[in-house]
Nanobody, 113 residues
Framework: QVRLVESGGGLVQAGGSLRLSCAAS????????LAWYRQAPGKEREWVAG?????SADYADSVKGRFAISRDNARVYLQMNSLKLEDTGVYYC?????????WGQGTQVTVSS
């Protein structure tokens, strides 16, 4: 069974930065479609960013230019800069192992004014 575990969330002031990390219980290269999602209170979960094998990245318009997704041999990262109040939410790491989609437990990000 493959697990994803997020870390790095916390409380930050608007304009600040956080770096989220997602570790896999198996070789991360065996997991495809690695991405970050987030869910704000009272809202549906939304896609934030995705990264390919060669660190090719794609972003939601709401975070483009502020967030950066990357991966190394062990983890997937989400560098979040110029954070806004509307970035508050639970951030989830996800990927596909074979035909199974895996989700981490989430890490809370709270942006204060």
């Amino acid at each position: 069974q493959v697990r994803l575990v997020e870390s790095g969330g916390g409380l930050v002031q608007a304009g600040g930065s956080l770096r989220l990390s997602c570790a896999a219980s198996r070789n991360i290269h065996s997991i495809n479609n690695l991405a970050w999602y987030r869910q704000a209170p009272g809202k549906e979960r939304e896609w934030v960013a995705g990264v390919g094998l060669r660190n090719s990245a794609d972003y939601a318009d709401s975070v483009k230019g502020r967030f950066a997704i990357s991966r190394d041999n062990a983890r997937v990262y989400l560098q979040m800069n110029s954070l806004k109040l509307e970035d508050t939410g639970v951030y989830y790491c996800t990927g596909k192992y074979g035909t199974v989609t895996i989700w981490g437990q989430g890490t809370q990000v709270t942006v204060s004014s």
